[in-house]
């Protein structure tokens, strides 16, 4: 496989979550590749199951991978278990979530992953990071930057930067 900057979106809304958050950064420089840019944190209310505590998210572009799309999946299954994570509901209150929003231009899917992440241009939480660390990012799908991205999306749930 061909070394490509893979994105991911990390998000939390249990117990500590600045802790799982740099928890998760320390394991994916540790497990995956270098992280090159992090996000500011950003403060978003729940999708898809609104009635829960709201997350903070935080996109990152993570350098010299060069791991096939499931064996990347299995190793953040492997730091979210290791962080702690829990089992719950889809779209369900956690500890911590990393999602793969996008390994260079592929375009891959299986049963259990899709790569770009299939609801990326719904969501704002996922969008408001990765405008600010990869606004020129095309999507492999779509064929437009992630600033477009953001501004055709209809997700009217709230996204603000966040502060300690």
Partial sequence: MKTAPLYLLLGSNLGDKLRYLNLAKEFINEYLGEIV????????????????????????????????????????????????????????????????????????????????????????????????IAPDFIHPVYLCNQTDLLLQCIDTLEVKEYFE
Avoid at 59 to 71: D, G, M, T
Avoid at 89 to 114: C, H, M, N, Q, T
């Fill in 37 to 132: 840019v992090s996000s500011p944190i950003y403060y978003t209310q729940a999708w898809g199951n609104e009635n829960q505590d709201t997350f903070i998210n935080l996109a990152l572009e993570v350098n010299n991978v060069n791991l096939e799309p499931h064996i990347i999946l299995k190793t953040i299954k492997d730091i979210e278990n290791k962080i702690g994570r829990t089992k719950n509901e889809k779209w369900g209150a956690r500890e911590i979530d990393i999602d793969i929003l996008y390994y260079g231009s592929l375009v891959f899917k299986s049963e259990s992953l899709e790569i770009p992440h299939k609801y990326i241009s719904d969501r704002k939480f996922a969008l408001y990071p990765m405008v600010a």
